[in-house]
């Protein structure tokens, strides 16, 4: 049986497709950019990748034998007034494109939709599913609520929260209730509903076994992790404050924290549970499935990570493919080198560089720059990094994105999307006579953008000298 799997780098996608090759489907996965699907050699020999963008009238043939299909595809993050209009072009787009396949399944993972009054974000959800029902194909649709499980949005706020604020003030909408499910249960579900004929042209709730309020999933959390924790409920926060609150203490982008907190007032709880009866599944609790995503995180083993979406940061995939090639006019660097005794483990601190293990010089200046960059709208550093060894093309890297990692030739290109007047480059790699080079190569905007790169040039001189001191003697 052959599958499409669309949005195959995303955080669902990602956790989907080493299930699916395991069960020996053919898959095919559809991304955007393929340089940013994060698997290693052997899993992209296993399976056919096409670029797509569904938001995009394009004319790519997609093959003719696709039996099922996951539409895995969102724009929430990318805007806060019509991510709805491009969810619904993405699905009619999807629905054309797969109308030249022998498609027979569909399978959508949506959101709980059963109250009257719905946030944007639940009613763009609903817009796409009865779009989707106008294909010639079964559709299958799940509506699940708060996902839990390493680097999941909703999981990994939850936890910046939790870890950082030991006292809280919270808005009303931290009473509104959910039914978290654990992202174990929600790939079980995805992966039992394929070419299952009960399910066809079929919509289920997927809620967890737990019926919380956002307050007390924060108090269960502390609880689990043994963290002191108090909340005090205040009326008077309104849905505007409490979208900046979640941007400066989280990792969240501002777009998203506006669509979470307008989801947050609407409650997602359900009685159905079908699917749950007809699979003889039992879920996870809500403590479990807190236990399990620390696993996870303290074994290094996180799959994937929405952080390391393009919505996480500044630039659109266009912008930053314009990025890869590092100009050289109109440019003022900073370039440094050193000979390196053991390549090898020069190489590992570069690929270890940023998130938990800091910039290995004057990492409290990085941290300032972190938390300036943070009051002007940026990324700031708190996204981190997915996995502290490995590094692959689009990850997020702190306030940075990867646009180039290749160990065997020993380089490591970084692009800024921290707020600065211009557009900044920083390049590591090692040559053929074991001389480490870190090239800073920053394009500025005006005449504000000289400025800044001059007011900058006592910092760069002896940070910069430090990093690449510490990374060519580990």
């Known amino acids: 049986m052959k599958i499409l799997l669309t949005g195959a780098n995303g955080y669902i996608g990602m956790r989907l497709l080493p299930l699916l090759l395991k069960e020996n489907y053919e898959v095919v996965c559809a991304v955007r950019d393929a340089e940013r699907l994060s698997v290693d050699k052997e899993t992209k020999a296993q399976i056919e990748i096409i670029e797509i963008d569904f938001l995009e009238d394009n004319s790519v043939e997609l093959p003719e034998d696709i039996d099922v299909a996951y539409y895995l595809i969102h724009s929430m993050s990318s805007s806060t007034t ?5 969810e619904a072009k993405s699905a009619r787009n999807f629905i054309k494109m797969v109308g030249t396949t022998k498609i027979k399944q569909v399978i959508y993972l949506s959101g709980i939709v059963n109250q009257k009054e719905l946030s944007k974000h639940l009613k763009s959800r609903k817009q796409v599913e009865n779009i989707l029902r106008e294909g010639d194909f079964a559709l299958t ?5 708060i996902i839990v499980g390493s680097g999941s949005a909703s999981f990994e ?3 910046d929260l939790c870890e950082k604020l030991p006292f809280m003030i919270t808005p009303k909408w931290v009473n509104t209730k959910c039914q978290p499910i654990a992202i174990r249960d929600v790939i079980f579900y995805l ?5 299952k004929k009960e399910c066809f042209n079929q919509s289920f709730d997927i809620p967890g076994p737990d019926t919380l309020s956002y307050k007390e999933m924060m108090k269960t959390y502390a609880e689990v992790r043994e963290l002191p924790l108090t909340i005090v409920n205040v009326p008077v926060m309104t849905p505007k404050l409490s979208s900046y609150w979640l941007f400066f203490v989280t990792a969240t982008s501002y777009k998203l924290a506006q669509n979470l907190v307008d989801s947050m007032k609407v409650d997602v709880t359900t009685k159905d549970r079908k699917l749950e009866q007809m699979l003889n599944y039992e879920l996870i609790s809500y403590k479990k499935a807190i236990a399990l995503a620390f696993d996870k995180i303290e074994q290094n083993q996180v799959l994937s990570s929405w952080k390391d979406s393009k919505v996480s940061g500044r630039f659109s995939k266009k912008d930053l493919d314009r990025y890869i090639k590092v100009p050289k006019y109109g440019c003022l660097k900073d370039h440094q080198h050193t000979k390196v005794d053991d390549v090898q483990k ?3 601190k570069i690929w270890e560089i940023g998130g938990k293990n800091g910039w290995y010089y004057a990492n409290f200046l990085w941290r300032i720059r972190g938390f300036i960059d943070k009051l002007f709208g940026g990324v700031g550093l708190r996204r981190g990094r997915t996995n502290i060894a490995s590094i692959n093309p ?3 890297l702190d306030f940075w994105r990867v646009l180039y990692a290749d160990k065997a030739e020993k380089r490591l290109l970084l692009f800024a999307e921290m707020r600065v007047p211009g557009e900044a480059w920083l390049e590591f790699y090692i040559d053929d006579n074991d001389i480490l080079h870190q090239n800073a190569t920053f394009r500025p905007r005006g005449l504000k ?4 790169w001059y007011s900058m040039l006592p910092f760069h001189y002896f940070i910069f000298a430090g990093m690449l001191n510490r990374i060519a003697n580990p």
């Open 157 to 159: 706020i939850l936890r």
């Open 449 to 452: 953008g000289r400025l800044y």
């Open 141 to 145: 649709v799940l509506r699940a609520g």
């Open 394 to 396: 689009g990850d997020a």
């Open 191 to 195: 992966t039992n509903v394929i070419d």
């Open 346 to 348: 020069s190489l590992d």
């Open 82 to 86: 019509d991510f709805d209009e491009l």
